[in-house]
């Protein structure tokens, strides 16, 4: 505590220092931002994520958490769009065209997230998903104490979490087509003509 204590006396006296007359200002409140704009609600994708976990773990958060430098954040986000980043379809996407940090995957807004292929969808279709990626959510919360990192080892997932992610994954499966995927292969076959033939829209 006494370590935060006088990190925040810190701030207040480079703030008083300052030249700015807004940032003199703010010597008032040390323990907190400058700017405030974090958004409403928002997805956090970790930039860097074991090559051994099936899913990516991410989170789902409102504005009373900021995130660090060390993720990617897709602010107002739904709980539609953290279904389908979530699902074995949007991983094996990423496994794909991610680049590396050594053998982990390096998630990139640019690579991953904006080259993938979005279904077209329906408004009952999108509340389905919504519903199934809620319950996904909402049963990581039964391993209170268990951080993300422990969840998502492949070793240590608990099954009642992997059935919820399936659940979402056959849902999500079926926003691309009614006959279901063989394999990652199968999958990655399918997405990669979807996006060869919105790229010549």
């Not at 990617?72 to 389908?84: D, K, N, R, S, V």
């Not at 496994?95 to 050594?102: E, F, M, Q, S």
């Not at 809620?134 to 080892?153: H, I, K, S, V």
């Not at 099954?159 to 990655?188: G, M």
């Amino acid at each position: 505590m006494l370590a935060t204590q006088a990190r925040v006396q810190k701030v207040a006296e480079t703030r008083r220092k300052s030249p700015d007359k807004g940032t003199q200002k703010l010597a008032l409140r040390p323990h907190q931002f400058r700017d405030l704009n974090n958004p409403s609600n928002y997805i956090l994708v970790p930039s860097v994520s074991s090559e051994r976990r099936i899913y990516v773990p991410l989170g789902f958060f409102d504005a009373n958490v900021i995130s660090t430098n060390l993720n990617f954040i897709l602010p107002h986000a739904t709980l539609y769009e953290f279904g389908i980043l979530s699902s074995l379809l949007h991983n094996d996407w990423m496994r794909l065209v991610a680049g590396r940090l050594k053998s982990d995957y390096r998630y990139s807004a640019t690579v991953v997230y904006n080259t993938f292929p979005w279904p077209s969808v329906t408004p009952g279709q999108r509340e389905e998903i919504k519903r199934l990626a809620e319950e996904m959510y909402l049963t990581r919360d039964d391993f209170p104490g268990r951080t993300l990192a422990e969840l998502y080892d492949p070793d240590k997932m608990p099954p009642s979490l992997l059935a919820a992610h399936q659940a979402l994954d056959v849902a999500v499966d079926k926003l691309y087509r009614d006959k279901p995927f063989r394999d990652a292969a199968d999958r990655l076959n399918y997405l990669l003509a979807r996006y060869e033939g919105l790229t010549k829209k």
